[in-house]
């Protein structure tokens, strides 16, 4: 374990997140259809400031919510939802939240609390257009922080990355909802302030990996050694404790919120937030590592330049392993991994496939290795012949250097009559 931190420490590559993108990419559609499916089947507790409706706030030390409920249920109001219970101790008080009630209806609900509880009850009436005028305005704002994302990120970086940044924000945005669906809890103006700062923090997280891949990929199709989605996943090892640090120093308070103040302390006003920025902060975390940087990988490796790069570092890798074993043939899984980056060059890189380097010739500035590391030393021999031989004469270019010829008596095979 200790040998693990120290190597994440490090910025080392130790797991493959990128070669193993398709288990992340079902992972995130089972959490997606399991979200969709509760938006369809469970729906949203939608608050009184998005549905329109009253509610009923008073001061109770001892009062239970069912009591509260029954109470404001004699008087004619329809509780939507079970009362909640808001702070503790002396400042303990009970919300109840009704429907749409006429200023008559109002006040007959409110006077029944006061005489059965003996306490004064404050009355808030929210109109169901006002719901849906702030339900719009979350809407504009989401939209036009999609398009400053997609702009900031395509100006910075690349479309590319605009895309996956995009595709991550969306999947937070649906598995932290789609939570919401499935616990139960009001969605309230909280939510939607909570559900634009966790967009704000999968962008931060999502740009310092961008940054980090866009440094490693620098100057890679000028060689051979390193693919497009090698160099990404050793960005991501690399970052990955930043953002393992950046997520739990962010989700320690928001916990504190939701565990604490909510949990322990009943303070039921903060639930709603807290949860949102619990859900949201982690979701981001996961999109950014799992999510954001392998489709990039994918959309990138279509192109005709990398996916002949591919190709190319396949060839040069089962070039070594043969020059390694020295000289004989590959083995099964070197040639498996020469045709699977044959096959992820596309057919309109021929061209510049051709035009690149043949196999085992070196490029520019890279170290000679296998069978290009022994012609100088086949060179070396053939003039080493040729003197010998006592010829001065130098061989035609491309023509076989000549074998020197063998004294007789001194040396070879015996003839028959000594061997009799």
Request: aromatic share 6%; proline share 4%.
């Amino acid at each position: 374990m200790l040998t693990l931190l120290r190597r994440l420490n490090a910025g080392e590559a130790v797991f493959d997140f990128i070669g193993n993108r398709k288990r992340w990419y079902l992972v995130s559609a089972a959490l997606l259809l399991l979200c969709i499916g509760s938006f369809v089947f469970r729906g949203f507790n939608l608050g009184i400031e998005f549905s329109g409706g009253t509610s009923f706030q008073f001061r109770a030390a001892s009062v239970q919510p069912a009591a509260a409920q029954q109470a404001a249920e004699a008087a004619g109001a329809e509780v939507a939802t079970t009362p909640q219970v808001v702070g503790n101790g002396g400042t303990r008080s009970i919300l109840i939240k009704t429907g749409e009630l006429t200023p008559a209806e109002q006040t007959r609900v409110k006077d029944a609390l006061e005489s059965r509880f003996d306490q004064e009850v404050t009355v808030q009436a929210v109109s169901s257009s006002w719901g849906g005028d702030i339900t719009n305005a979350a809407i504009r704002g989401l939209a036009l922080f999609v398009i400053a994302v997609c702009i900031f990120i395509a100006i910075r970086f690349e479309w590319k990355m605009a895309v996956g940044a995009i595709v991550a924000l969306f999947h937070d945005l649906l598995l932290t909802a789609g939570v919401y669906s499935l616990v139960g809890f009001e969605v309230t103006p909280s939510t939607i302030v909570g559900l634009l700062t966790i967009l704000g923090f999968s962008l931060y997280d999502t740009v310092v990996v961008f940054d980090k891949v866009d440094e490693n990929v620098r100057g890679i199709l000028g060689g051979s050694r390193i693919t497009y989605s090698r160099a990404a996943n050793l960005a991501v090892n690399e970052t990955l404790m930043r953002s393992i640090n950046t997520s739990l120093i962010a989700l320690l308070p928001v916990a504190g919120l939701l565990f604490v103040g909510a949990g322990l302390l009943g303070v039921g006003t903060i639930k709603d937030l807290a949860l949102v920025l619990f859900v949201g902060l982690a979701a981001g975390a996961y999109s950014s590592i799992f999510l954001a940087t392998p489709i990039v990988c994918d959309l990138k490796e279509r192109e005709p330049k990398y996916a002949a790069l591919a190709k190319r570092v396949a060839a040069r890798q089962a070039s070594e392993a043969s020059a390694a074993r020295g000289g004989t043939a590959p083995t099964a899984a070197e040639r498996r991994a020469v045709r699977r980056g044959a096959q992820q060059a596309a057919p309109a890189v021929e061209e510049e496939v051709a035009a690149q380097p043949v196999e085992g010739e070196p490029a520019e500035g890279e170290p000679i290795v296998g069978e290009a590391a022994s012609a100088p030393a086949r060179t070396a021999a053939a003039a080493g012949a040729t003197r010998a031989s006592g010829s001065t004469s130098t061989p035609r270019p491309g023509a076989r250097p000549k074998r020197p010829q063998q004294r007789r008596g001194g040396g070879g095979r015996p003839s028959a009559k000594k061997r009799r």
